[in-house]
Structures are given as C-alpha cells and as structure tokens.
C-alpha cells in the first residue's frame, strides 16, 4: 500500500488529469529536490520518484519534465535493470516533474521509486 509523504516544492501545485479533474499529489523525497535528470540521447529520461494511489488509477510521479523534453500525453517505458516493468501515459507535467498513468504493467510486477522511465517518441507500424 503507497503512503502520501510530506509536500514537496516540485509537487506543490495540483496536476490536471483529463477532463479537468484536479489531483494532488502531496508527494515528496527526503532531503534537497532531485537535480534534472537531463536527456540521454536526444530521449527524454528520468526516474520514479513515487506512485500515489489514487480512486481512478494510480499515478506515477517522475524526475522529468518539460525542462527534460517530456511532453504531455507521451508514452513512456518503466524498467528496472534493463527489463521491462510497465508502459505509462504523461497526463500532467510542470518543468521538473511529470505524471503519469499505467497503460500496461508486466505480469507480477508492480512500480518502484527508482525505476528508469524513458519516452517512447517513434512507434513503428507495420502496414
């Protein structure tokens, strides 16, 4: 079970989830504020920093956000270790953080604080 902490400066305004339902996090780390993530790559990256559990759905809170060329309604990639753990949606961004919603969660296993989360920008179809 996920336990709102202490509210944090990056967190302090509430995120706008879809149809103008206001959500907030009260979400915090221990000690000073994350420094950016950056961009690896040219691809938008950056780290859990919490999930906070919601009546709708869970969100995902991570380390990046505009500054680090996330954008809202971008798909990203969670991974731990280099496996995959989930597929998760941008709903709501501020300059260094972001939130995001689950699409899809691998079979037994959940989302933690510290998984990588890198944006997925070019999908390939196959016609």
């Given amino acids: 079970m996920f336990q709102p902490i202490p509210s944090h400066s990056a ?3 509430p995120f706008r989830c879809g149809a103008g339902t206001v959500v907030a996090l009260g979400l915090a780390l221990a ?14 990256n950056g780290t859990v920093l ?5 009546r ?3 969100l995902i809170v991570v380390d990046g956000g505009f500054e680090n060329g ?8 969670v ?27 691998e079979k037994g296993k959940s989302i933690r604080p510290g998984d990588q989360v890198v944006a997925e920008l070019l999908k390939q179809s196959v016609l």
């Fill in 11 to 13: 967190f302090s305004a």
């Fill in 79 to 105: 991974s731990r270790a280099g496996a995959f753990v989930a597929e998760i949606k941008l709903v709501a961004l501020r300059d260094r953080a972001s939130a995001g919603i689950i699409l899809k969660l």
């Fill in 56 to 58: 709708a759905a869970d």
């Fill in 50 to 54: 919490a999930v906070q559990a919601e």
């Fill in 31 to 44: 000690g000073p504020a994350p420094a950016s993530p950056g961009v690896a790559a040219g691809i938008p």
């Fill in 70 to 77: 996330f954008l809202q309604g971008l798909n990203c990639t």
